[in-house]
Structure formats: C-alpha cells, structure tokens
C-alpha cells in the first residue's frame, strides 16, 4: 500500500536503471552484516539508481559511484561519524552501526545532508535520521524510509535540515547510470 502511495507521489521510471531482484538482496546484506528493511529493498527494487528531483539520492548496492553505493558509503562513514563522535560528544548524539541503535545511512543529497536508519530492533522497525551537512543538527522522524519518504514528497511533514524548496511539486526521479 505504502509503495502504491508512493508511486503516486513520485512515479517511478518506465526503465530502472540498477533494480536489485530479490533473490540478490543477500549479498548486500552480508555484506552490510544485517538485514535491510523491506521498504527499502521495494524501493530499489521498483526504482533503481537515482535522484529524487535531481536532489535527493537514496544509496544503492548496484551502484558503482561509492559516494551512493550502500556498502561502499557505510565504510566511509563509519570512520567520518566515529571521528565527530569523539571531537564532539555533545553535539554528535547517535553512535554509529553496527553499534546497537546505531546510525546506517541510506541517502544523501547534493548539500550533503545524511540520512540514516536508526538500527533499533527489526530492519522494518528503524526509524529515519536526517542529519544537516556539516553540522550536528538533525531530525528524527518516527517511522520507516517510505512512510518518511511519502511525507517529505508530499510536504506534510517539513525536515528543518533540509532546503525549504525541496521537493518540487510535482517531483520527479531520475535515474542515473554510474
């Protein structure tokens, strides 16, 4: 129902360039050492590689820019969270996966925002983090990728650490090809 709703907000395109089939999730997720969320497997899965408004990417594993491939960027940042978490413990409050209730990306935008789960209990169960580029403000949204996802595009919920003019109505994906 969620991915319907979606797809209504922000049609996915006719020709996905880096679906993920089902059958290869598990590469990925040992890779990762967890199981990913099921909203963000259909997600991929049904939109591939890409931009949301030329903005917002959503990491993928069949991606080979690092700088949007899951695997490739949970290495990158766990060095670079870990390094602010120890300069800065007051502002950096969240530790980073694999910790328990650690932050694992899965976005970023042009600005350089962050967004993460929240790996408490099941992968279907993370909450969203949206940390600010270069800073330690954040927002936390109470619920999964989609629902989170379905609320910013549609602007029923505002990110404060987000651009105001993000997204465009309509809004558009854009698939890119590495």
């Given amino acids: 129902m969620k991915l319907q709703t979606l797809s209504f907000i922000l049609p996915p395109p006719i020709h996905p360039i880096g679906a993920i089939l089902a059958s290869d999730w598990a590469v990925t997720e040992a890779e990762l ?40 960027r949970s290495k990158s ?57 270069r800073g330690p403000e954040y927002f936390e949204y109470s619920g999964n990728m989609m629902s989170f996802l379905i609320e910013l595009l549609s602007r029923t919920i505002r990110v404060p650490v987000l651009p105001a003019d993000f997204p465009d109505v309509p809004c558009a994906y854009n698939p890119i090809s590495d």
């Fill in 77 to 133: 940042d766990l060095e670079g969270l870990r390094d602010l978490r120890i300069s800065y413990p007051s502002q950096y409050h969240f530790e980073r996966y694999p910790a328990s209730g650690g932050l694992l990306g899965f976005g970023t935008t042009d600005n350089g925002e962050i967004l993460y789960w929240r790996t408490s209990g099941p992968p279907d169960d993370w909450n969203v983090v949206v940390y600010e580029a």
């Fill in 33 to 72: 050492g967890t199981c990913l969320p099921c909203d963000y497997k259909e997600f991929i899965s049904l939109y591939g590689t890409g931009y949301i408004d030329n903005f917002l990417a959503i990491f993928s594993p069949a991606s080979k820019n690092k700088f949007i491939n899951i695997v490739e």
